[in-house]
C-alpha cells in the first residue's frame, strides 16, 4: 500500500522552529516531486515549499522563503520541512504529498488540484 504519514507538527512560540518529517511507505520518496501544502483555518490550501524529482530544484512560497527550507533523507525514505523563524500566521495543518513531477514549481502549481489520496496532516500552532 502506497501511503505517506506527516510527523512533526506541536505547539510552539512565536519565533521558534519545528521539523516536518513526511515518511513514505510502499514505494521510494526519491523517485518522486515532494511538496508540503498547508491550510490554515478559513483560508484556502495554500502549497508551501517543493523539491524536485531530482532534488536539485526547490520552491518555496514567498511567506516562507528564507524561513522555511525542504530536504530529503533517501536512507529513512523521508522529506523534511525545517520550520524556523515561525509566526502566528504559519499555524495551519500541514500535508505532504508527491507526485511524478520534474520540476519543483510545476509541482507545487499542480498538487493541490486533487487532494483525494492525501493524509490527515499534522497541526502546527504558532501561539505565544
Known amino acids: 500500500q502506497l501511503r505517506l504519514v506527516e510527523s512533526g507538527g506541536g505547539l510552539v512560540h512565536p519565533g521558534g522552529s519545528l521539523r516536518l518529517s513526511c515518511a513514505a511507505s510502499?514505494?521510494?520518496?526519491?523517485?518522486?516531486?515532494v511538496g508540503w501544502f498547508r491550510r490554515a483555518p478559513g483560508k484556502n490550501l495554500e502549497s508551501v515549499s517543493c523539491?524536485?524529482?531530482?532534488?536539485?530544484?526547490?520552491f518555496a512560497a514567498e511567506s516562507v522563503e528564507g524561513r522555511f527550507t525542504i530536504s530529503r533523507d533517501s536512507a529513512k525514505n523521508t522529506v523534511h520541512l525545517q520550520m524556523d523563524r515561525l509566526k502566528p500566521e504559519d499555524t495551519a495543518v500541514y500535508y505532504c504529498?508527491?507526485?511524478?513531477?520534474?520540476?519543483?514549481?510545476?509541482?507545487?502549481?499542480?498538487?493541490?488540484?486533487?487532494?483525494?489520496?492525501w493524509g490527515q496532516g499534522t497541526q502546527v500552532t504558532v501561539s505565544s
Open positions: 504529498a508527491a507526485g511524478d513531477f520534474t520540476d519543483a514549481v510545476h509541482f507545487c502549481l499542480v498538487a493541490p488540484l486533487d487532494t483525494s489520496n
Open positions: 510502499g514505494f521510494r520518496l526519491d523517485s518522486y516531486a
Open positions: 523539491i524536485s524529482k531530482s532534488s536539485d530544484d526547490t
